[in-house]
T-cell receptor, first 111, second 113 residues
């Protein structure tokens, strides 16, 4: 079955550590997105990519980095520069200008 | 800048009721609108996608309407069930090419048995 796989489901980060969240899709979608969701708040766009080897900053890109070396993969790295990384992270993909398909999310906690 | 609001923020109804969730957006120049469902701690599940040229979409007990000129969409849930309890989000994609979906804050629905 086609879909988006996010891993891991839960992730714990120590202070000063970089961590990478995985997002893989087999839907043959061109565009991929990373969102952050905090309790009681809406979704905020971190980064997005319309095509391979190209990506754009969203509304809250500071402290995050991404790569898009393959169409199927769009990993997100949460760097030590992100001072408040505890949140629920959601990856999505779409055909150009079509609806979004979301993954099941990764919950990141700072310990 | 496009802004999306959803009313009410939370809703609690007894099982079997028909209910309406509202979504408003400030800029009517949209390409499409999508309704999602999110269960606690889970990702978003797409319910309905309405193109700007459409007035409504239906899937089972769900019906979503779109009035682009007034900047409104409604999600109608017929004969609600406890399994419908979740947060419902709407999102609009602006008409400008390359623009991404803008999400509302969601309506948290509880259907009581």
């Amino acid at each position: 079955d086609g879909g988006i796989t996010q891993s891991p489901k839960y992730l714990f980060r120590k202070e000063g550590q970089n961590v990478t969240l995985s997002c893989e899709q087999n839907l043959n979608h061109d565009a991929m997105y990373w969102y952050r969701q905090d309790p009681g708040q809406g979704l905020r766009l971190i980064y997005y990519s319309q095509i391979v080897n190209d990506f754009q900053k969203g509304d809250i890109a500071e402290g995050y980095s991404v790569s898009r070396e393959k169409k199927e993969s769009f990993p997100l790295t949460v760097t030590s520069a992100q001072k408040n990384p505890t949140a629920f992270y959601l990856c999505a993909s779409s055909i150009t200008r079509a609806g979004y398909t979301f993954g099941s999310g990764t919950r990141l906690t700072v310990v | 800048k496009q802004e999306v609001t959803q009313i009410p923020a939370a809703l609690s109804v007894p099982e079997g009721e028909n209910l309406v969730l509202n979504c408003s957006f400030t800029d009517s120049a949209i390409y499409n609108l999508q309704w999602f469902r999110q269960d606690p701690g889970k990702g978003l599940t797409s319910l309905l996608l309405i193109q700007s040229s459409q007035r409504e979409q239906t899937s089972g007990r769900l019906n979503a309407s779109l009035d682009k000129s007034s900047g409104r969409s409604t999600l109608y849930i017929a004969a609600s069930q406890p399994g419908d309890s979740a947060t419902y989000l709407c999102a609009v994609r602006p008409n400008n090419y390359g623009q991404n979906f803008v999400f509302g804050p969601g309506t948290r629905l509880s259907v009581l048995p």
